[in-house]
Structures are given as C-alpha cells and as structure tokens.
C-alpha cells in the first residue's frame, strides 16, 4: 500500500530553519490537496492539527500561528510537497505530518521529528 514518507526532520536552535520533504512510496492518482500537519509531544489529548495546505493549482492556506514563517510548496509531477520553516522556535517542536488526498482516501506518512532548542 502507498505511504509517504517525510525527510529533513532534526534539531534545529531556535531563531534557525528547517526544510521538510514528503513523498508517496508509490503512484498516487488524483491527488487534491497536500498539506502538513504536525503534533506536539508530552500534551495528553493533544490532536494532530493541521496548519499548511496547497491545492493543485498552488493555493495555500496557513494556520494563525504560523504567521508568514512556513512556505508549503508542492511539485505535482513528482507528487511531492516540501514545507520551509524559518525563525523556528521552541514551540515548533514536534511531530510534523505530511498528508495527501486523493478523492475520499487520506495518505499519510509516519511523521518526522523536529526539535527546536532554545
């Protein structure tokens, strides 16, 4: 079965940047929207939340607090979607998701950490 797989995940001091990279395993077909979600760790009931996502034709919508730091962009020859942060911090730690829709179906990857020290 198709997975994606997300790279580029690590420590990172605060103030610094991070590039993450999320491709399929396979061929998805039909793919919409792509996006990141990411999970914070140690917070009980804590949902994944989603806070970047790109349509086919290259529209973007971002959650509040990301305020102009993250890029999403996506290459939809190659299937993939890349997020570039810059002026992490602390609070940017956790789990970060890449996910892709294809008509009804959710893919998803297995998550990649990140860290962001003070």
């Known amino acids: 079965q198709v997975q994606l797989v997300e790279s580029g995940g690590g420590l990172v001091q605060a103030g610094g940047s991070l590039r993450l990279s999320c491709a399929p395993s396979g061929t998805i077909f039909r793919i919409s929207v792509m996006g990141w979600y990411r999970q914070i760790p140690g917070i009980p009931g804590k949902r994944r939340e989603s806070?970047?996502?790109?349509?086919?034709?290259?529209?973007?919508n971002y959650g509040d607090f990301v305020e102009s730091r993250f890029i999403i962009t996506r290459d939809n020859d190659k299937m993939t979607v890349k997020l570039q942060m810059k002026s992490m911090e602390p609070e940017d730690t956790a789990a970060y998701y890449c996910?892709?829709?294809?008509?009804?179906?959710?893919?998803w990857g297995n998550g990649t950490l990140v860290t962001v020290s003070s």
């Open positions: 806070f970047a996502v790109i349509a086919t034709n290259g529209n973007t």
């Open positions: 996910s892709a829709v294809d008509g009804s179906h959710i893919y």
